[in-house]
């Protein structure tokens, strides 16, 4: 318990699914956690279950004055900065041939015009709290090629190289500041359950050759990144696919 007592944490797209799962676990284990969301029905009813540790923002990830908001309302409400998980993004399924011009752009901004942008206004104020953890979440799609998803496949490999610029970068100023990609393949969220059918059954979960993982055990490794236990691991891109990206499958 209290692996996180005490650190400040931003986590965006945390109004539901994996963002939501990082919120409440960060929280169980002493966090302060700021909601950050454009749900702001969700958003401000998960705070307000979470009481007097938790914040909720409404922020558009993708906006450089949101940052701006965010951050300072971050700071006045607690006072430092320690943590920010980058998790807010969107998925829609499209070849190269299927993918137009807007498309494509419409995922970069969401996905990783948004990681920039929090690493950039982060790093300034973590900078201020000592040090800190960024955790910026990607996707096995940066790493392994899926054809249909051609757009998300780029924002998510534009996140993993920034992640690793990022990293080389804090350590060279001496700043105390680590920055780290998750990389999953299925999460049972509903962003994907869209295209799943629905959430699925447990006799597919606990299939040992399943693809697809439950939130929680995305946020168990978030915790992990977010907490002290993890300050030598720097500059990673972290698989949670089961073996999916070296099977062939």
């Known amino acids: ?5 005490d650190k400040v944490c931003i986590v965006t797209g945390a109004a539901n699914g994996m963002g939501r799962e990082d919120a409440l676990l960060l929280a169980e284990q002493g966090a302060r956690v700021v909601i950050t969301d454009i749900n702001e029905e969700a958003g401000q009813k998960l705070a307000d279950e979470m009481g007097a540790q938790a914040l909720f923002i409404h922020h558009d990830v993708a906006s450089e004055e949101g940052w ?5 309302k ?8 320690d943590v920010l998980v980058n998790n807010a993004g969107i998925l829609e399924l499209a070849s190269i041939e299927d993918t137009d011009l807007a498309l494509f752009q ?4 969401v996905n990783s015009d948004s990681i920039f942008l929090g690493c950039k206004y982060a790093i300034e104020a973590m900078k201020a709290s000592g040090g800190g953890s960024i955790i910026n979440m990607s996707s096995i799609a940066a790493i392994a090629g899926q054809s249909y998803t051609c757009a998300y496949s780029a924002s998510k490999g534009a996140v993993a190289a920034m992640t690793r610029s990022v990293a080389l ?3 060279e100023k001496g700043y105390g500041i680590r920055c780290n990609s998750v990389h999953p393949d299925g999460v049972d969220t509903p962003m994907t ?3 799943t059918g629905g959430a699925l059954s447990e006799e597919v979960m606990n299939d040992p050759n399943n693809r697809i993982c439950h939130p929680r055990e995305i946020a168990n490794l978030v915790l992990f990144l977010a ?3 993890s300050r030598f691991i720097n500059g990673a891109e972290l698989k949670v696919d089961n073996a999916q990206s070296i099977s062939g499958g």
């Open 68 to 72: 701006k908001n965010v951050i300072d």
């Open 106 to 109: 419409k995922m970069s901004r």
């Open 169 to 171: 970068h804090c350590k």
């Open 227 to 229: 907490s002290d236990e």
């Open 193 to 195: 359950q869209k295209y």
């Open 1 to 5: 318990m209290n692996r996180v007592k």
């Open 74 to 81: 971050t700071l006045s409400t607690f006072g430092r900065l």
